[in-house]
């Protein structure tokens, strides 16, 4: 299996639940990211994991936990979300080194819907 | 920081005609500039680049990019649609030299109507 793979495609939770996202790349990149997208805005990144150690975070909310326990997997766990928290989450990678030249490999998100 | 605006948040076209998708940047600096292409359902999938030399950039299924220095543009361009190229563009913006990150802008609806 080649690619970025996230799971599950799509998920309904209530605002007290706890879920996680999976994303798995097989590219041998060492770079990760998560994105949040929101329809008619430009594309959140929300987390960087750049060699398995997290670079930014962009002020997201706490309700929001990335792990990255190696370069080819990374998980966005979810507890007490909000409405409008309902987006897709997309899962990239690339090569640290050359992240510009390359541009990201997306997986196919995570339609998520909170209730 | 550089920032992307794209100008139409919905283009609708008749198959075979010609489409032009507009994206302007903002940077004090070079940049790298990327067009992505969402199909519905799916991630977001690059499109084409420019990075240096020839401004023209080309990509595998007729799309064209041209960057403009001049007018900080790089608007993508179709000279006839399929109905296959319905899907969501974004234009993105990486500074050369610093933040690797892009900044993607809000994206484009291309609609194409048979």
């Known amino acids: 299996e080649t690619g970025v793979t996230q799971t599950p495609r799509h998920l309904v939770m209530g605002m007290t639940n706890k879920k996680s996202l999976k994303c798995e790349q097989h590219l041998g990149h060492n770079a990760m990211y998560w994105y949040k997208q929101s329809a008619k805005k430009p594309l959140e990144l929300m987390f960087v994991y750049s060699l398995e150690e997290r670079v930014e975070n962009n002020s997201v909310p706490s309700r929001f936990s990335p792990e990255c326990p190696n370069s080819s997997h990374l998980f966005l766990h979810l507890h007490t979300l909000q409405p409008e928290d309902s987006a897709l989450y997309l899962c990239?990678?690339?090569?640290?080194?050359?992240?510009?030249?390359?541009?990201?490999?997306f997986g196919s998100g995570t339609r998520l819907t909170v209730v | 920081a550089q920032s992307v605006t794209q100008l139409d948040s919905q283009v609708p076209v008749f198959e075979e005609a010609p489409v032009e998708l507009r994206c302007n940047y903002s940077s004090s600096v070079s940049v790298y500039l990327f067009w992505y292409v969402q199909y519905p359902n799916q991630g977001l999938q690059l499109l084409l680049k420019?990075?240096?030399?020839?401004?023209l950039v080309e990509s595998i299924n007729g799309f064209e990019a041209e960057f403009n220095k001049s007018q900080t543009s790089f608007h993508l361009r179709k000279p006839s649609v399929h109905i296959s190229d319905t899907a969501e563009y974004f234009c993105?913006?990486?500074?050369?030299?610093?933040?690797?990150?892009?900044?993607f802008g809000r994206g484009t609806s291309l609609i194409v109507h048979p």
């Open positions: 993105a913006v990486s500074e050369s030299g610093g933040s690797y990150i892009p900044t």
């Open positions: 990239a990678s690339s090569q640290v080194q050359s992240p510009a030249l390359y541009g990201y490999t």
């Open positions: 420019y990075l240096s030399g020839s401004t």
